[in-house]
């Protein structure tokens, strides 16, 4: 975002911030910006009834300690939250809540948008032009991949995982396949197959990482699994880095064990800029932006401060988790 688009999602949350200050709360946003360290939230958090939560530092017993005995609502302007500590939220009775759905659209615009281009190769390509290496010879110069008639294989079927499966019917896809803990009712009417993890890598062309990252999850995507992709398979990862061994990826795309690779997210973020993720041609890169529209943003900057104001009220939450 521009800072003007940053500074109307922050405007938004802190007009109904000021609702809950009227309703004398004590509530600490994070970030205000500048960006704190963490030594400086740790400082301001201590007394709060409430927190707004919209970076990626830990919400963890240590945060939990120092916030203390007032603390009464989390809530997280994020539809993930591996970076809190849930279990231990749960254990102090702290209400807790997130922003799903409102950004399925987005984040599965942003998949589309890997696909497309990792499958037609969109960072090399600019590479060719900018190093003066276009060749203007040849039929087979620089083919990519199709979607059509592709096998698509999305881990993680929920909402955010069928919004990119009804995208990606409208580009005739062949087959839609997903794994996960159980198979979903919606999938039947998008016509997609739930199968197990191991045959998702071995029959996709396309994969699709849109699952939360936990202990279950946590570098499912390693060696062993990059073995059993398809030498012409494409990941796209729009959910968290840590869900893939990212050494293991890097290995995967120099060795062509797999064509190439679409992430929005990596391990860490920001991404150092002597990652050699960057040095790879069939990698195409973002900054961790699927959510990132103003009104997607608008739409969870709203939906956390109601979270919050409803926890403090004691009045249900829009989307608790
Ligand atoms: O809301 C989240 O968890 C995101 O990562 C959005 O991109």
Redesign the pocket.
């Known amino acids: 975002m521009t800072k003007g688009e940053s500074d109307l999602s922050f405007s938004l949350c802190h007009q109904y911030l000021a609702f809950s200050s009227f309703l004398r709360y004590d509530v600490y946003v994070c970030p205000e910006l500048p960006y704190p360290t963490r030594e400086q939230i740790l400082d301001k958090i201590s007394g709060v009834d409430g927190v707004y939560w919209c970076c990626k530092e830990k919400v963890d017993k240590e945060m939990l300690d120092k916030a203390g005995q007032n603390l009464k609502v989390v809530s997280t302007?994020?539809?993930?939250?591996d970076h809190i500590d849930v279990q231990e939220l749960k254990k102090r009775g702290i209400k807790f809540g997130h922003?799903p759905n409102v950004?399925n659209s987005a984040?599965a615009e942003i998949a589309v948008l890997l696909c497309l281009a990792t499958a037609r190769r969109l960072h090399e390509g600019r590479l060719k032009i900018e190093t003066n290496t276009w060749e203007i010879s040849g039929p087979q110069w620089f083919m990519g991949q199709d979607i059509q008639g592709s096998t698509v294989g999305i881990v993680g079927f929920g909402g955010i995982g069928q919004a990119i499966a009804k995208r990606l019917i409208a580009f005739d896809v062949g087959q839609l396949i997903y794994s996960g803990h159980s198979p979903k009712p919606q999938a039947k009417e998008l016509g997609a197959e739930f199968v197990s993890f191991d045959e998702l890598l071995k029959r996709s062309d396309f994969v699709i990482i849109v699952c939360p990252l936990n202990e279950e999850t946590k570098e499912m995507f390693n060696e062993a699994a990059f073995n059993k992709m398809k030498p012409n398979a494409i990941l796209v990862n729009?959910a968290?880095g840590g869900i893939v061994d990212q050494p293991a990826l890097i290995e995967a795309l120099k060795q062509g064990k797999i064509f190439g690779a679409g992430l929005?997210?990596m391990t860490p973020e920001p991404l150092p800029t002597d990652s050699p993720l960057l040095s790879l041609p069939n990698c195409v890169l973002l900054p961790?932006?699927?959510?990132?529209t103003i009104k997607t943003r608008t739409a969870?900057a709203i939906l956390a401060a109601e979270n919050l104001i409803a926890g403090l009220e004691g009045t249900p939450m829009p989307a608790p988790f």
Do not use: I
């Not at 302007?77 to 939250?81: E, L, T």
């Open positions: 302007m994020s539809a993930g939250f922003t950004l984040v729009v968290r929005d997210v961790h932006v699927g959510s990132a969870m």
